[in-house]
C-alpha cells in the first residue's frame, strides 16, 4: 500500500516509523511519503490560508495551494492544460530512483480509471469535523485500496471546492472525522485511520487472529468482552470462574453475553444498528 500525507506539518508523522508500523515499512507493506504543503507556495510567505469569503473567524486553507501538491501527487493536469503530466518537482521522494513506481490516476492510454472501486485507483482522504464518523467498516475498506493520499487541514478548515472538484475529475474522495470533538488540525486524525486501516492490511499484524474477535469487527459490531490475564487473583480480585473452568462453550457463551451487555449498556446506538439476523435466541435473552 503506498500512503502518501500532505501536512503544513510532515515531521509530525515520524512516529510512524516506530512500532509495528516501521516494522511493515521495513519490510515494505506499506510505504509512507510525507509531503509539506508549502512546498507547494509560490509566494515569501508560503501562505497556504487566507480569511474565510462571507466573514468569519480564523483561515481557511487556499484551493490554488492543495490543488497544485494534489495534481502532481494524483498526476493529474492542471485545469486548462491538455496532455502530458504536471511533474513531481515538489514531491521530496519523487526523484528518488529506488522508489517503487506508484500507480497512476490517470492511464495516459486509457484515461481516468470509470470504476471508482478500482483498487487500483487512489483514494484522497481528508479529515474534516463536518464529516460523517470514521467507522472500522470505512477502515476494512480502504485496507483494500492500494494508494490512499491524506490531506491534512488546519486551521478553520480547506475550502469547500477542493474536494468536490477532486470527486468532478473521477478520483475517490473520502472525508471523515473521528469523533465529536473538535482537534486543531487533521494530522492526529489521519494518524488515528492510518493505524485503524493499516493493521488491517494481510500481513501486517504479529497474529492475524488478534484482529477476528476485536471490538467493531465482524456482522456484529459488539463491545469486547473484558480481557485478564495471569494471577487468577491479584489484589483481592478474582477472574471469573469460568474462564478457568477449561470448558471452550460455556467460556464463548459468557464473552458472548458479557459483550451483549456491555454494548447495551455503553452504546445502545451500537445495539440499534445490530441486524436483527445476527442476535441468536440465546443472544436475545441477554
Ligand atoms: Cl477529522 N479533524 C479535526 N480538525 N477535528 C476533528 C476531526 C477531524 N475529527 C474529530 N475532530
Known amino acids: 500500500m503506498f500512503i502518501d500525507i500532505v501536512s503544513v506539518f510532515p515531521e509530525y508523522f515520524r512516529s510512524l516509523d516506530l512500532g509495528l508500523f516501521g516494522k511493515a515499512i521495513e519490510r515494505g507493506l506499506v510505504e509512507v511519503r510525507t509531503h509539506n504543503l508549502r512546498d507547494w507556495t509560490h509566494d515569501v510567505h508560503h501562505s497556504v490560508d487566507d480569511t474565510p469569503v462571507g466573514g468569519g473567524a480564523g483561515m481557511v486553507m487556499k484551493p490554488e495551494v492543495w490543488a497544485e501538491c494534489l495534481d502532481d501527487l494524483l498526476d493529474l493536469a492542471p485545469r486548462g492544460m491538455t496532455g502530458g503530466t504536471s511533474g513531481s518537482k515538489n514531491t521530496k521522494n519523487a526523484g528518488d530512483a529506488s522508489a517503487p513506481a506508484i500507480p497512476r490516476a490517470e ?5 481516468v480509471d470509470p470504476d471508482p472501486k478500482d483498487t487500483d485507483s487512489p483514494i484522497l482522504i481528508f479529515p474534516n469535523p463536518s464529516a460523517p464518523l470514521f467507522t472500522q467498516h470505512d477502515a476494512t475498506e480502504l485496507s483494500q ?10 486551521y478553520e478548515g480547506y475550502d469547500a471546492r477542493i474536494p468536490t472538484y477532486y470527486a468532478s475529475q473521477g478520483i475517490d474522495v473520502h472525508e471523515y472525522s473521528i469523533g465529536d470533538y473538535v482537534l486543531n488540525g487533521g494530522e492526529v486524525a489521519v494518524s488515528v485511520m492510518l493505524e485503524a486501516i493499516t493493521r488491517l492490511v494481510p500481513g ?4 492475524p487472529e488478534s484482529i477476528v474477535e476485536e471490538s467493531y469487527t465482524g456482522g456484529d459490531a459488539l463491545l469486547e468482552y473484558h480481557q485478564y490475564t495471569k494471577p487468577a487473583v491479584w489484589r483481592g480480585l478474582a477472574v471469573p470462574d469460568v474462564l478457568i473452568s477449561g470448558d471452550h462453550g460455556k467460556v464463548d457463551r459468557f464473552r458472548r453475553d458479557e459483550a451483549l451487555a456491555r454494548t447495551s449498556e455503553l452504546r445502545p446506538d451500537l445495539v440499534e444498528r445490530l441486524d436483527c439476523c445476527t442476535l441468536s435466541k440465546q443472544d436475545r435473552r441477554t
Open 204 to 207: 501486517f499484524m504479529g497474529n
Open 145 to 154: 485500496a492500494k494508494r490512499l493520499v491524506f490531506g491534512c487541514g488546519r
Open 107 to 111: 492511464d495516459p492510454e486509457h484515461g
